[in-house]
């Protein structure tokens, strides 16, 4: 098991590439979201044999002991995130505090700011996630209207659901799947119960590659076909164009390793702040965890449909 | 998967010799601490007697299920070979090929001096663990 992941973790549960991202764009904005990617969601796995020591920590709403993990998935059912061992007790808010990939959000290595998308007349830049109403008010997540009192705010609920439901379909595949993710965990420790839930993902993700032949190859070419399509075509219909360059003050740029965060970059005159400073991270915390912005997406989500 | 079904005479004279010299490597090392070696538990009189295992056998069955052995077909179809894995045929056999050189799946002595199981049969019971 340990081999599994050690092997395939990189190649099969990672965010998506550049293009991927793209195809995921255009799928979502053909359903009715434009700039998400993607579905994000939490779901508990109870544990059997929790220790007494953890089992306050380990204790869901339901009253039972059990470990919880987060997924970021799309339309294909592929997982870009995969995140594995949070106690039973946290709520999806308090998962997605201690995620990876709220580590990425704050330093702004993800999301890529390089896909440009308008809403309602206004461009944006910062792509976000399909989430339901137990996350937090970022502008990184899209939550369905609390009290939706106007026939266009049902719409784009309606709308956030169907691309929500992603995620969900995640879990009901994996749990039909893999039984040992249906019934309660047997294992003692919760490194064993990590490995064994990041294993059956990825070995899920191989065998559903495997089924729909060539699935990835599938997804890279109609992704660069929806690309030339768009580049021969007018820009007004396109679902996203790629951002031309930085404005002032603004948070910009494509999804950055940590390794090449640390370097200055030498591209950038002056015009924005540089990528992987300080201000940079700041101003990224910022941007993605905007209130206003978040509920500026729903006015404008609401006039889009 | 076949060439290892041909290397089991190869493999039983490995084993032999394994055998052998994990014995005479335990009696040496008994003579010069000048101990005497206290059983604990494993086969003696009046306890369960070691099972005859016939590892071999069971991977043959595996093979001979799902993957064919001399150039019969598989007893199971491909739908019934997902079913059991869990995950179809390509996806096992790149999993089978990237494992099997492993250490711990690694044909070994066990216990009683006897080949362990092979490297299909304990990937075949980890898939049946997970699915």
């Known amino acids: ?305 | 998967m076949e060439d290892e079904v041909g290397e089991d005479e190869l493999e039983l004279a490995s084993v032999l010799g394994a055998r052998a010299c994990f014995g005479a490597r335990r009696a040496r090392l008994d003579i010069r601490s000048g101990h005497v070696r206290k059983r604990v538990g494993g086969s003696r009189r009046w306890r369960r007697p070691n099972r005859q295992r016939d590892f071999d056998l069971g991977a043959l069955a595996i093979l001979r299920d799902h993957v064919g052995v001399e150039w019969r077909p598989p007893v199971y179809g491909e739908d019934e070979f997902s079913d059991r894995f869990r995950i179809p045929r390509p996806a096992f056999n790149r999993l089978f090929r990237a494992i099997y050189e492993l250490p711990f799946c690694r044909r070994t002595v066990n216990a009683t001096g006897r080949p362990q199981a092979h490297a299909i049969q304990k990937v075949a019971a980890a898939l049946r663990v997970l699915g």
């Open chain 1, 1 to 305: 098991m340990e081999f599994v992941i050690d092997k395939w973790v990189s190649t099969y549960l990672r965010r998506p590439m550049d293009v991927e991202l793209e195809h995921i764009l255009t799928r979502n904005a053909a359903r009715g979201l434009p700039g998400c990617m993607g579905s994000i969601d939490c779901t508990h796995w109870q544990w059997h044999k929790c220790p007494k020591a953890l089992s306050g920590q380990y204790l869901d709403r339901k009253g039972r002991r059990s470990v919880c993990f987060e997924t970021a998935g799309d339309e294909n059912r592929k997982t870009g995130l995969f995140f594995v061992g949070c106690p039973g007790a946290y709520h999806d808010m308090s998962v997605l505090a201690s995620s990876p990939l709220m580590l990425d959000v704050n330093t702004g290595a993800w999301p890529p700011r390089t896909n440009q998308y308008t809403l309602n007349g206004r461009s944006r830049r910062l792509l976000f996630y399909a989430a339901d109403a137990g996350y937090p008010r970022y502008a990184l997540c899209a939550l369905p209207h609390p009290k939706p009192d106007h026939p266009k705010l049902l719409l784009y609920n309606r709308l956030e659901e169907a691309t929500r439901k992603d995620a969900e379909r995640i879990y009901a595949v994996l749990w039909s799947q893999w039984f040992i993710m249906k019934y309660p965990a047997r294992y003692m420790s919760v490194l064993r119960l990590i490995k064994t839930a990041k294993a059956t993902a990825i070995l899920h993700i191989m065998a559903m590659e495997h089924k729909r032949k060539g699935l990835i190859s599938a997804l890279r070419v109609s992704a660069a076909a929806a690309d030339s399509g768009q580049r021969t075509g007018d820009g007004q219909s396109a679902a996203f164009t790629k951002d031309a360059g930085p404005r002032q003050d603004c948070v910009w740029g494509a999804a950055v390793a940590a390794a090449t965060a640390d370097e200055p970059d030498a591209a950038d005159d002056g015009r924005g702040p540089i990528v992987g400073s300080a201000r940079y991270i700041y101003m990224a915390e910022a941007e993605a965890k905007n209130t206003d912005r978040h509920l500026s997406l729903h006015n404008d989500f609401s006039e889009h449909v």
